[in-house]
């Protein structure tokens, strides 16, 4: 089974400045790799497929990158409402697993 | 546009078996380009996907090594649903659970249920 690791567990920004998160696999993932955002109460929201295609109605300011073991979520300007818990997932080996999740907090 | 619907109890005794199901809109259980999940969610194990079932000509299951002795994803095209069953729970299979549908199109989780906070406790 692949494991995904992310970094930072925690990141503490202001609106308006840029999250870049990270999420290295044990082994290589292609491009197999997707990233979600949950919010508490809500079920999580895929915002980027294939690392780095936005899915449907995702505003622009998010964007994924990288291929491989090593793969980064940017959101360019920080609107009130990012601020959450992201999760990357990979599909590339049976079966699908999970990050342990980035929490994204107000600084 | 799709919708997932879930019902179930939120309690759950231990050694008891956890019953979910989830009822789908704007889609069939039966298409050949989706497959239907369930997942949950704990502190301790974060995201952790269950299982599957899928249609391509004939009914398909596939389950995680974690819980495959005792778990059942099973279809009901009568009533365009799947549910899930788990047996024998602990206080460990506490979590909230999702469905979700992945789609041909994407192979990604892009559409999922409200969610269901299930407690095991007597």
Known sequence: ?107 | QVQLQQSGPGLVKPSQTLSLTCAISGDSVSSNSAAWNWIRQSPSRGLEWLGRTYYRSKWYHDYAESVQSRIIINPDTSKNQFSLQLNSVTPEDTAVYYCARVTVTTYYFVDWGQGTLVTVSS
Do not use: M
């Open chain 1, 1 to 107: 089974e692949i494991v995904l690791t992310q970094s930072p567990a925690t990141l503490s920004l202001s609106p308006g400045e840029r999250a870049t998160l990270s999420c290295r696999a044990s082994q290589s993932v292609s491009n197999y790799l997707a990233w979600y955002q949950h919010k508490p109460g809500q079920a999580p929201r895929l915002l980027i497929y294939d690392a780095s295609k936005r899915a449907t109605d995702i505003p622009a300011r998010f964007s994924g990158s990288g291929s491989g073991t090593d793969f980064t979520l940017t959101i360019s300007s920080l609107e009130p409402e990012d601020f959450a818990v992201y999760y990357c997932q990979q599909r590339t080996n049976w079966p699908d697993t999970f990050g342990q999740g980035t929490k994204l907090e107000i600084k």
